[in-house]
């Protein structure tokens, strides 16, 4: 039996997407589009929201620059993209009769990539989202006479609390359907109340309910081919469409951008750990790929794939860092306040110091100037949720985790060999610097829409903060050399020392100037 090709595996099929606004949702339906250009339709979960038209915001995405490769070689793409109105916090997705009976009349393969990604979320939201979200998507793919595959995007951290994570179910510590049953009938801010006594040791809620989707499959599949795609940190772009191309979805683009923005200058982390982040692109080809896999080799069955950069890559959270200082300094965001200088700590003294000084005392300056000056006070606000981010991420950036991949290297080995150029999937190549300085290129250029034109007014900006540094900390050595001259005889006698020294350098200018 010849082996059928990913592309044309996709030809004449239609698909349906959830989570398709979404960064990796965007990132997925391009390479989906302009791989497998013989596909039929791709229909797309998109929540309504009130007073704003679904089409303009299909043309607002397809205007972004993540679609311009994709334009120039299939110009009409965007009439094989189909929205269909629902919502995965509403019973059958929200969907109406219409729309449920094209899904289970014309749908060969599922992806599911919706989920809550927003911190301020609480716990029977997420539960709802991504428990209910997934039994909706099983019950619904139970009915779809074509179905071959479905795709559920997970999480490598639904199983963190062990340090060898491996591609296969776990326990949870929880029953789903007993989860389900509390948030059915418990108030909601009960339920918030008790709700890390559920999570228990998982960093959040989103990491926890993700283990109890992935359960759902476990016990709910029933004859529907089901692969489990596991990322870890999903980063920017990195060989298609183009290098670098991200938005603020996501935890690690916004724990970047803030300090690229100099808002973020201490976390807790330890600089020694290793940081697993997989390019988007990746992670697409991998959930294309695991569809063909889960319909031509895994019949009715359940295939988990870690999708990680860890094991042959030695990026570290101080490597992390240290590019990111170096980056947002020499290619700097616009109108900065404060230079970028990222530090991890594993001190919690010195930490809580950082946060006082560096940023709490320094937003309620930045509050004071710009009233001062008529404009909006948002520093404090911003601050709030700041914490928010470094609180999420402080789990990930304290531990190391060893991740098995043998599944993801077999679909490696089983998939055509005129597709593996195409449908790359292993990162071993990637050039971690390069990589990064493509990345906070790309938050300036994608997700802050700064023009490169105006980098050289930039890089002024960085020198005067530097300077303003300087100038700053040699006035407050002063100081302390001033207040101590008076109460230490050796302070003193380094207080004229350095006045004398002063003066000198100041009478040597003119002859110097001269020459």
């Not at 979805?249 to 997989?278: P, S, W």
């Not at 911003?382 to 077999?410: A, G």
Request: proline share 3%; charged share 20%; hydrophobic share 40%.
């Amino acid at each position: 039996m010849d082996i059928v090709s990913i592309s044309q595996f996709y030809a004449n099929k239609s698909v349906f997407v959830t989570g398709f606004t979404g960064f990796l949702g965007k990132v997925f339906v391009e390479r989906l589009l302009r791989l497998c250009p013989e596909l039929h339709a791709v229909y797309v979960l998109i929540r309504p929201k009130q007073g704003e038209d679904v089409q303009h915001r299909l043309d607002y995405i397809f205007d972004l620059k993540l679609f311009e490769k994709l334009k120039k070689t299939q110009p009409k793409f965007a009439a094989k993209v189909i929205p269909i109105l629902g919502d995965l916090l509403e019973p059958n997705l929200g969907l109406n009769h219409s729309a449920t009976r094209v899904l289970e009349s014309e749908i060969s393969a599922v992806f599911h990539v919706a989920g809550t990604v927003n911190i301020d979320d609480m716990l029977g939201t997420i539960i709802k989202v991504n428990v209910e979200g997934m039994q909706s998507i099983l019950t619904l793919c139970s009915r779809m006479v074509k179905l071959q595959s479905l795709v559920h995007v997970s999480s490598i951290y639904t199983n963190c609390s062990q340090e060898i994570i491996d591609e296969q179910f776990h326990d949870q510590k929880f029953d789903y359907m007993k989860v389900l049953n509390c948030n059915e009938w418990m108030e909601e801010q009960t339920l918030e109340d008790i709700s890390s006594n559920l999570i228990g040791d998982e960093p959040d809620g989103h990491t926890f309910t993700k283990g109890l989707a992935e359960s759902v499959i476990s016990q709910e599949h029933g004859s529907v081919s089901v692969a489990i795609v596991r990322p870890s940190f999903i980063g920017a772009t990195w060989r298609e469409p183009l290098l670098g191309w991200t938005d603020s979805e996501n935890a690690m683009t916004q724990m970047m951008t803030n300090v690229g923005q100099g808002h973020l200058h201490c976390m807790v982390g330890n600089k020694r750990k290793k940081l697993d982040i997989v390019p988007a692109d990746i992670v697409a080809n991998v959930m294309l790929c695991s569809a063909w896999y889960a319909a031509e080799h895994a019949h009715n069955n359940v295939s988990i794939f870690n999708c990680t950069s860890s094991r042959t890559s030695n990026l570290t959270w101080g490597k992390l860092e240290a590019m990111m200082k170096e980056n947002f300094c020499t290619n700097p965001l616009n109108g900065l306040m404060r230079l970028p200088d990222p530090h991890f700590t594993t001190s919690r003294n010195w930490f809580r110091w950082s946060k006082l000084v560096n940023h709490q005392l320094t937003a309620y300056v930045i509050d004071f100037y710009k009233v001062l000056f008529g404009q909006r006070a948002h520093a404090l606000e911003k601050n709030e949720k700041l914490w928010m981010i470094v609180k999420n991420m402080e789990y990930f950036s304290t531990r190391e985790w060893q991740f098995e991949n043998k599944n993801l290297h077999q679909l490696m080995n089983v998939i055509p060999t005129e597709d593996k150029k195409s449908f790359y999937m292993d990162g071993s190549s990637l050039h971690w610097s390069s990589y990064i300085e493509a990345y906070c290129l790309g938050i300036k250029k994608f997700c802050l829409s700064e023009k490169l034109s105006l980098l050289p007014k930039a890089r002024a900006n960085i020198r005067r903060l530097k300077w303003r540094g300087y100038l700053f900390y040699t006035a407050l050595f002063l100081l302390l050399c001033k207040l101590l001259s008076k109460r230490v005889q050796l302070a003193s006698r380094l207080w004229l020392l350095l006045v004398n020294t002063a003066l000198a350098i100041y009478r040597l200018l003119p002859s110097v100037t001269k020459t």
